[in-house]
Every structure is written in structure tokens, then in C-alpha cells.
């Protein structure tokens, strides 16, 4: 009888784990607090060429330029970052808050996804508050 009840007690134990697995990997996107996003720069007619070009050159195109691009995502070009990566666009112009790439970079949401990641070998450090007001900026701008 004893071991009947342990039996019983484990199995039950068990089938919750597995459950809370499967939560655990149904849920991809945490929510996001938008809130926390530092605010768009009040910066007049920020452009890919003039403001953004140089920060990602300085900090991304290392995994998202022509070679082997990360996720297929090139970030070297206005027409690559607007396309996107193999997942779909990363940029909602007109609507930074929205942009996948903008919660990347922001460090918010799935820590998987904070870029650049942290501690990567080539040791390129976050962005500033101010790069991603920029950024935030730009894509608010429509991202031309
Ligand atoms: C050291 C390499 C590295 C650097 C630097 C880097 N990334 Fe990434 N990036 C990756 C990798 C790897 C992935 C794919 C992650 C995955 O698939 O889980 C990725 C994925 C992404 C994605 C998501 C693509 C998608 O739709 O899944 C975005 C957006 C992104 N990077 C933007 C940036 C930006 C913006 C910068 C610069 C501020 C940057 N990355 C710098 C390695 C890097």
C-alpha cells in the first residue's frame, strides 16, 4: 500500500514537470516592457547613411555583414536591414517600439536574443542609451 502511494506520488510529481517543460518552451516571446526602452533621440532627419551606418558598422556588421551573416541578417546596407533576417523583418518603420531590432539592442525581452550578445569573443560592447534613441529615431523617421 505504501509503495502504491509513492508510486502514485512520483508519477504525479513527474507528469508536472514535464508540463511546466512545455510551457517553459512554448513560451518564445516574453513580454516585453516597452516602457523600459530608452527614448527616441529628438535628433531632425537621422538617415541610415548619416547616423545609423556608422554605429552598426562599429558594432554589428562584424556577425551581420557580407560574410556568413548571423540569422542572415545584413546590417551593412539599408535595403539588407530592412529585409530583414531568415525569421522576417526586424525593423517596423514608423514604429520603433515594435522592432525586433530595437528590443535587441535595448537588452529586453529574451536574453537569448540581446545584441551584440554579451561577452562575445570579438568583445564588442553594448550600445549607449543615445546609439538607441538614435536608432529608435531613425525607425520612427520611416528608416530611409
Ligand atoms: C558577435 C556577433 C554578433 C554581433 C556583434 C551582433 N550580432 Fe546580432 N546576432 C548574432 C547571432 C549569432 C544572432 C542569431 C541569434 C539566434 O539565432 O539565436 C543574431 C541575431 C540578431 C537579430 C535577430 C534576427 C532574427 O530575426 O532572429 C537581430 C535583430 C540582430 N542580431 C541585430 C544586431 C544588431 C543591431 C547588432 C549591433 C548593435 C548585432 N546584432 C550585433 C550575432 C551578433
Redesign the pocket.
Known sequence: MKNLLLLCLSAALCASFITVRAAEKEKKKPAVDVSKLPPPSDKKDVTYAGDIKPI?DK??V???GAEKP??R?R?DSLPGALK?????K?IQPGNSAES??VI??AHLGDE??Y???PN???K?GP?TKEQIGLVRAWIDQGAK
Open positions: 552598426f558594432s554589428c562584424k556577425c551581420h548571423k540569422a541578417l546590417l530583414g533576417s531568415e525569421n522576417g526586424v525586433t531590432l535587441n539592442i537569448d536574443d545584441m551584440p550578445p562575445n569573443k570579438a564588442i550600445l
